[in-house]
Nanobody, 115 residues
C-alpha cells in the first residue's frame, strides 16, 4: 500500500522558515521523482520543487533561492526547506511521487504565513 505522509506544516511569520517532510512507503522510492506542489484557496495546484532519484532538482521561479528540496533515499523521505517565507507562500503543500506513468499524492499539509 502506497503512502505519502507529510509533516512540518504550520503557522509562521513572514521571513521565517519551515521544513516539510514526506515519508514514503509502498514503492521503490529511489526510482521515483519526488516533488512538492502547493494549492492556495481558489487557485490551481502548482509544482514548487522536484528531485529525481539521481538528485537532479527543479524549482518554480517564485521559490528559487528560498526553498530547497532534498531527499534521503535511505530513509525514503523527501524534504522541503522553506526560508524567507512570504505571505504568498500560504497554501496546502502536497508531496507527490511519479515514475513511468504512475503517480501518488499525499494528503497535504497546511502552511500559513502571517504578517
Amino acid at each position: 500500500q502506497v503512502q505519502l505522509v507529510e509533516s512540518g506544516g504550520g503557522l509562521v511569520q513572514a521571513g521565517g522558515s519551515l521544513r516539510l517532510s514526506c515519508a514514503a512507503s509502498g514503492f521503490t522510492f529511489g526510482l521515483y521523482r519526488m516533488g512538492w506542489s502547493r494549492q492556495a484557496p481558489g487557485k490551481q495546484r502548482d509544482l514548487v520543487a522536484a528531485a529525481t532519484g539521481a538528485g537532479s532538482t527543479t524549482y518554480a521561479d517564485s521559490v528559487k533561492g528560498r526553498f530547497t528540496i532534498s531527499r534521503d533515499n535511505a530513509k525514503d523521505t523527501v524534504y522541503l526547506q522553506m526560508n524567507n517565507l512570504k505571505l504568498e507562500d500560504t497554501a496546502v503543500y502536497y508531496c507527490h511521487a511519479d515514475y513511468s506513468g504512475r503517480d501518488y499524492w499525499g494528503q497535504g499539509t497546511q502552511v500559513t504565513v502571517s504578517s
